[in-house]
């Protein structure tokens, strides 16, 4: 896929209008957990003896506030500059430090930091000073939106999983699974989800399926694979060769540069990210949103790059998370449950800390009516106004679609020459190809830019989502946003 393609996501808040006429509307019920909970309690909640699918996430649900993505990124960076045996050596001493120095050679450091910067410096700064710090103020997130559409946030997390992608044909993929598998192992006291959560998931329901999905690429679910007992992992995923990953056709001005040994095949990249997540589980479950199929989606909601799981699942539950999901949904979602629960860690359990699992406070029926209901008007007038946006938009979406498309069949064909060939001929080819993806980015532009008319209506959803999941927070006794 080349990107977002709205006029085949339906399910986004404002672009959907329900038999009723409305286009918004709020959950049937948010429970939130007052005092911490371990895995096994939450689970007795959100799981019935009919639940089908248990999905869940894994950077910042299987750990707490952990991406392992990004560590990896900077394990490979320290890889290249001190090798696998020095680290596998430090493991133990570097704790859960993110930066390591060898002390005793003073070139090997500099290796670091050199590559370090180089790989991270831009993509890093760009990512932390927008989708961090930036996204938090309204000014910053607007301008963002305006600039890249309706998901700038999915724009710029890719920024990063496409970079560390750049990184990794660098290294053999053995040693990125060792260091993978080291980063378990360094990061286990911030685990709340173990293995034997799963073993006694999986025996107390076994017609439940448990499937892990992350955006993050494959090789970081290699722990879980082997680890867990879980049915099914789906990962961000690129062709191997010889040992290695191959360097994504999607050459970026921040880190496409140089002269890949090999570059993917555009159709064997297959991201795994936002609403694709829920597209890769309907390919294998076509059952998946049948309306007696109950569904349940667990994750941290981190920057809530997770919230269109509230447009598919009967049920979700943020976990540990920054930003939980907003009790105003889609007209077309059949998200029915909310929870909302800070889940203990390895290192909490073992210090004593005990879970409580009947501290619930839960707001359903007119008591969450009265709460909700001035929120989801305000909701409901600003995606009235973007459907307006979107219908008028909708021709010029669709031909940009057909065009990102035909690009993406241009770029596969330089990039099969790019691969067949040697000496000028490659140059050529892999001219063509930044041609091609510079074409590419300013259609994405070209993209946003039509969608800019919807902006002002989708912050306003926005905006009354958040207001209500406060609203909702307030309620149910926790400061809000906490």
């Known amino acids: 896929m080349t990107g977002l393609d709205i006029a085949r996501k339906p399910r986004t808040p404002g672009l959907c209008q329900g038999p009723d006429g409305r286009f918004m509307r709020r959950v049937d019920r948010v429970v939130v957990a007052a005092r911490p909970l371990d895995f096994r309690s939450l689970i007795c909640h959100v799981i019935r ?18 991406n392992l993505g990004v560590l990896l990124g900077w394990e490979i960076s320290a890889l290249q500059a001190y090798g696998l045996d020095f680290l596998l050596r430090a493991e133990e001493r570097r704790g859960r430090g993110k930066v390591v120095w060898n002390r005793r050679d003073a070139r090997a450091r500099l290796r670091y930091v050199s590559r370090g910067l180089t790989r991270w410096a831009g993509p890093g700064t760009l990512y932390y000073a927008l989708a961090r710090a930036g996204w938090k103020h309204d000014t910053v997130r607007h301008a963002l939106g305006r600039r890249l559409g309706p998901f700038a946030m999915d724009r710029m997390l890719s920024i990063m999983r496409l970079n560390l992608m750049h990184h990794m044909p660098q290294v053999p993929l053995h040693e990125i699974r060792e260091l993978s598998a080291s980063l378990w192992r360094r990061y286990a006291g911030l685990q709340v989800i173990e293995p034997g959560d799963i073993a006694w998931l999986r025996e107390r329901f076994p017609n439940l399926v448990i499937a892990v999905s992350s955006a993050s690429p494959d090789v970081c679910l290699d722990v879980v694979r082997e680890k867990f007992p879980v049915h099914e992992v789906y990962s961000t995923e690129i062709e191997v060769r010889n040992g290695r990953t191959s360097t994504p056709h999607l050459l970026h001005p921040l880190f496409g540069r140089g002269r890949p040994e090999r570059i993917a095949p555009p ?9 694709l997540k829920i597209s890769r589980l309907l390919e294998a479950h076509p059952d998946f949103q049948d309306p007696d199929v109950h569904t349940v989606g667990i994750t941290d909601t981190k920057h809530g790059e997770d919230h269109a799981f509230a447009e598919y699942f009967k049920c979700v539950a943020d976990i540990n998370s920054p930003d939980p999901f907003f009790p105003l949904v889609s007209a077309a979602s059949p998200l029915a449950d909310i929870y909302s629960a800070r889940l203990l860690t390895r290192d909490e359990k073992q210090a004593g800390q005990a879970s409580d699992g009947n501290a619930l406070r839960r707001l359903a029926g007119d008591e969450l009516e009265g709460i909700l209901c001035s929120d989801l008007d305000r909701a409901e007038r600003g995606a009235a106004q973007t459907y307006s946006e979107y219908r008028a938009a909708r021709r010029g979406l669709e031909q ?24 000028p001929v490659r140059s050529r080819a892999l001219e063509n190809l930044r041609n091609t993806m510079d074409r590419t980015y300013q259609a994405q532009n070209l993209r946003a830019e039509i969608c800019r008319p919807m902006m002002p209506g989708l912050f306003h959803v926005e905006e009354a989502c958040v207001a209500a999941r406060q609203s909702v927070r307030r309620a149910a006794g926790r400061e809000a946003g906490s």
């Open 400 to 423: 940009m679609e057909s065009l990102l498309a035909e690009l993406e069949e241009i770029a596969a064909r330089n990039v099969d020459a790019y691969n067949q060939a040697a000496g």
């Open 267 to 275: 159709r064997t990249l297959r991201p795994n990210a936002g609403h």
């Open 49 to 66: 003896p009919d639940t089908r699918y248990l999905v869940l996430d894994l950077d910042g649900t299987f750990h707490k506030g952990l």
